[in-house]
């Protein structure tokens, strides 16, 4: 599948950044307050994680959500996002360095991939909040997760985004997709590339007086992101 090599592609990229970090680099603040880049590699280190335990589960009968219904208000309520918090930053603390989430994140996101090529094809899965997903959707929610953090440890550590080609091309399209005919051609029009989109969208970046001013003629309603 298309996605299992984005999620691949990205998922190899970050552990490479990650290897590389100096100790205190890990104590950096991040644009995702109060984590700091430990905190936020250690959140997405076990996002991609759950595939692992998700495929050792029973299958649900059946998909009901796709991966554009699983980023929805629902998931970003005050009490979903405390607890989100809370648990990356126990997460973060549980290691002893810097390098040891590095090499779990390294170790974790190979266990994910190999559980995901051995799959059969068409594989239902269920989500931590209940939801009944193709296992292809929900990879789709992992290289979001992946990559659009990846943004914002690239800015925590002040480098250029990596966010690579397959990953941003999956990403984009997951918007693009999502915002329906409202938001045909717009990237075009105003002069984004793809990663200008991907941080346009999920507010990454803020929107130009001018930008703003056709995304609301447009009415164009991106995903809901935290």
Do not use: N
């Not at 360095?97 to 899965?125: K, N």
């Amino acid at each position: 599948m298309r996605v299992i090599e984005a999620f691949r592609s990205e998922a190899a990229r970050l552990a490479e950044v990650l290897a590389g970090l100096a100790e205190p680099d890990f104590t950096r603040p991040t644009p995702c307050p109060p984590w700091t880049v430990r905190e936020l590699a250690a959140h997405v280190g076990t996002g991609a994680g759950r595939v692992v335990g998700m495929l050792a589960a029973p299958a649900p009968p059946r998909a009901e959500v796709d991966a554009a219904r699983y980023f929805g208000p629902a998931k970003f309520t005050p009490d979903t996002d405390a607890a989100r918090i809370d648990m990356a930053r126990t997460e973060g603390a549980g290691f002893g360095s810097g390098r040891e989430l590095a090499e779990d994140f390294a170790r974790t996101w190979r266990a994910a991939y190999a559980a995901s090529v051995a799959a059969p094809p068409g594989r239902v899965v269920r989500t931590r909040h209940g939801d009944p997903m193709t296992l292809e959707e929900f990879l789709v929610t992992r290289v979001v997760e992946l990559g659009v953090h990846g943004l914002d440890l690239a800015t925590a550590l002040d480098r250029e985004p990596w966010l690579t080609e397959p990953a941003g091309e999956l990403i984009a399209g997951l918007l693009t997709g999502a915002a329906g005919p409202a938001g045909a051609g717009l990237a075009e029009e105003l002069g984004w590339d793809r990663l200008t989109l991907v941080a346009k969208a999920t507010g990454r970046q803020p929107l130009t007086t001018p930008e703003r001013a056709e995304v609301d003629r447009r009415g164009v309603r991106w995903l809901a992101f935290g």
